[in-house]
């Protein structure tokens, strides 16, 4: 039983164009959410969170909404570089917040 | 700061072997998991520890255990390996600061077991 879920298994995008990444889940018991970055041969590191609370929030190029009556959450790069070329999976965190439950992830390009 | 350290690299097993991967860290988090990466199924929990001598299950704990004697270490044991352990695995850890607190991955074992 995925409980999040990523629907787009790859993304092409120009370089400085938008790049949308989505995530669904389906436990509205989540009230906490995170976006990841992945290099290949490298582990995930933290890119931008939100919480349930709030329905933006912004970090430099990153913003991640929230659409808690959708279940539904997005993460845009704009402008997006070669650079932000990785798979992004979203995550999300519910009650004692111990651990994290991930979705299928996104590999993004970003072509010149 | 090393932050999390994952040993080894690079693994190839056959089956029914058993081996432990290592996952060190020295940030003093009390949080630490173990996933597994496998393409179309994203990053799964396998075990996960809220603090020493504290250890639970993920979503797909069959085949594996795990111990957490300190605060630092939290090894992973395959105890008879299976071709369908064939896969990357992450250590993590995080603090205890709230939800907002980011959670810091190791560089990954690759296993493939024949």
């Known amino acids: 039983d995925q409980q999040v879920k990523q629907n787009s298994p790859s993304l092409s995008v120009q370089e400085g164009r938008i790049s949308i990444l989505n995530c669904d889940y389906t436990?509205?018991?989540?009230?906490?959410f995170l976006w990841y970055k992945k290099y290949p041969a490298e582990g995930p590191t933290f890119l931008i969170s939100i919480s349930s609370i709030k329905d933006k929030n912004e970090d430099g190029r990153f913003t991640v909404f929230l659409n808690k009556s959708a279940k539904h959450l997005s993460l845009h790069i704009v402008p997006s570089q070669p650079g932000d070329s990785a798979v992004y999976f979203c995550?999300?965190?519910?009650?004692?917040?111990?651990?994290?439950?991930f979705g299928t992830g996104t590999r993004l390009q970003v072509t010149l | 700061n090393a932050g999390v350290t994952q040993t080894p690299k690079f693994q190839v097993l056959k089956t029914g072997q058993s081996m432990t991967l290592q996952c060190a860290q020295d940030?003093?988090?009390?949080?630490m998991s173990w996933y597994r990466q496998d393409p179309g199924m994203g990053l799964r929990l396998i075990h996960y520890?809220?603090?020493?001598?504290?250890?639970d299950q993920g979503e797909v704990p069959n085949g594996y255990n795990v111990s957490r004697s300190t605060t630092e270490d939290f090894p992973l044991r395959l105890l008879s390996a299976a071709p369908s352990q064939t896969s990357v695995y992450f250590c993590?850890?995080?603090?205890?600061?709230?939800?907002?607190?980011?959670?810091?991955f190791g560089q990954g074992t690759r296993l493939t077991v024949v």
């Open positions: 520890s809220v603090g020493a001598g504290i250890t």
């Open positions: 436990n509205s018991m989540f009230d906490y």
């Open positions: 995550a999300a965190i519910t009650g004692t917040a111990s651990k994290l439950t």
């Open positions: 940030m003093n988090h009390e949080y």
């Open positions: 993590a850890s995080r603090g205890t600061g709230g939800r907002s607190t980011e959670a810091f």
